[in-house]
């Protein structure tokens, strides 16, 4: 389905106190601008917290999951990537009667992701990515080894990486790469809906249990 561009999609995004402009700017710096974002009553809310985790989802689409998980878990600072400014608008007007101050948003390119952050994300997701099913396309699956090798610099100590997937070969790819790159295979599941993992489901995630599909799922840390 082609995308439907939104118009002023630009205008629409740096209105938003959710949406961060220029993110590369913010290299380092990821928990104060989350501190900074906050009114003086919350300030006081994060003093107790200090340095409170950050996670980050590669493709975060219309932003669903990550705005149920910033209100599920008010401890934990979480940032949505996303690369197409009309996708991520949909995103943002989502939260317009929202109060996150724990949720930001930015517009960026994921082969690039380790010149926005740089030892600061505790867990990375990886939901439902395009699995690039062409052997000549390797290369940008999410979970191939340069991403893998790319991803290192941004974590702050585990690396942990949690992905979601209807794609079993994706899936397979992606699990013997994690074992590779010297990742534990912590939690497997093939058919997530039916396991006791805990979950927030995505949009896409919901379309495809409706139609039958599994859902394949993996938590890895190292």
Same mark, same amino acid.
């Given at each position: 389905?082609?995308?439907? &561009?939104?118009?002023?999609?630009?205008?629409?995004?740096?209105?938003?106190?959710?949406? !961060?402009d220029?993110?590369?700017? &913010?290299?380092g710096?990821?928990?104060?601008?989350?501190n900074?974002?906050? =009114?003086?009553?919350?300030?006081?809310?994060?003093?107790?917290?200090f340095?409170?985790k950050i996670?980050l #989802?590669?493709?975060?689409?219309?932003?669903?999951?990550?705005?149920?998980?910033?209100?599920?878990?008010?401890? !934990?600072?979480?940032?949505?990537?996303?690369?197409?400014? =009309?996708?991520?608008?949909?995103?943002?007007?989502?939260? #317009?009667?929202?109060? /996150?101050?724990n /949720?930001?948003?930015?517009?960026?390119?994921? =082969?690039?992701?380790? =010149?926005?952050?740089?030892?600061?994300?505790d867990?990375?997701? /990886?939901?439902?990515?395009?699995?690039?099913?062409?052997? &000549?396309?390797?290369?940008?699956?999410?979970?191939?080894?340069?991403?893998?090798?790319?991803?290192n610099? !941004?974590?702050?100590?585990?690396?942990?990486?949690i992905?979601?997937t209807?794609? !079993?070969?994706?899936?397979?790819y992606?699990l #013997?790469?994690?074992?590779?790159?010297?990742?534990? /295979?912590?939690?497997?599941?093939?058919?997530?809906?039916?396991?006791?993992?805990?979950?927030?489901?995505t949009?896409?995630?919901? &379309?495809?249990?409706k139609?039958?599909?599994?859902?394949?799922?993996?938590?890895?840390?190292?």
């Amino acid at each position: 389905m082609r995308l439907r &561009k939104v118009k002023n999609a630009k205008e629409i995004l740096m209105a938003s106190p959710y949406y !961060i402009d220029k993110p590369f700017e &913010k290299k380092g710096k990821w928990n104060k601008v989350f501190n900074e974002s906050l =009114s003086l009553q919350d300030q006081d809310w994060f003093q107790n917290y200090f340095n409170p985790k950050i996670h980050l #989802e590669i493709g975060c689409g219309k932003g669903q999951f990550l705005i149920e998980m910033a209100k599920a878990y008010p401890d !934990i600072n979480f940032i949505g990537m996303e690369y197409q400014e =009309s996708v991520l608008v949909r995103a943002i007007q989502k939260l #317009e009667e929202e109060h /996150l101050p724990n /949720l930001k948003f930015i517009c960026w390119e994921a =082969s690039t992701v380790d =010149s926005v952050f740089c030892e600061e994300i505790d867990t990375l997701y /990886l939901n439902f990515s395009d699995p690039w099913p062409k052997k &000549k396309h390797a290369k940008r699956r999410l979970t191939s080894p340069d991403f893998l090798d790319a991803y290192n610099s !941004i974590f702050k100590d585990q690396k942990t990486i949690i992905l979601k997937t209807d794609n !079993i070969l994706l899936f397979g790819y992606s699990l #013997e790469n994690l074992s590779k790159a010297g990742y534990i /295979l912590e939690r497997v599941s093939l058919d997530l809906e039916n396991s006791e993992i805990p979950n927030i489901k995505t949009e896409y995630e919901e &379309k495809f249990i409706k139609l039958g599909y599994k859902i394949n799922y993996v938590k890895a840390v190292k």
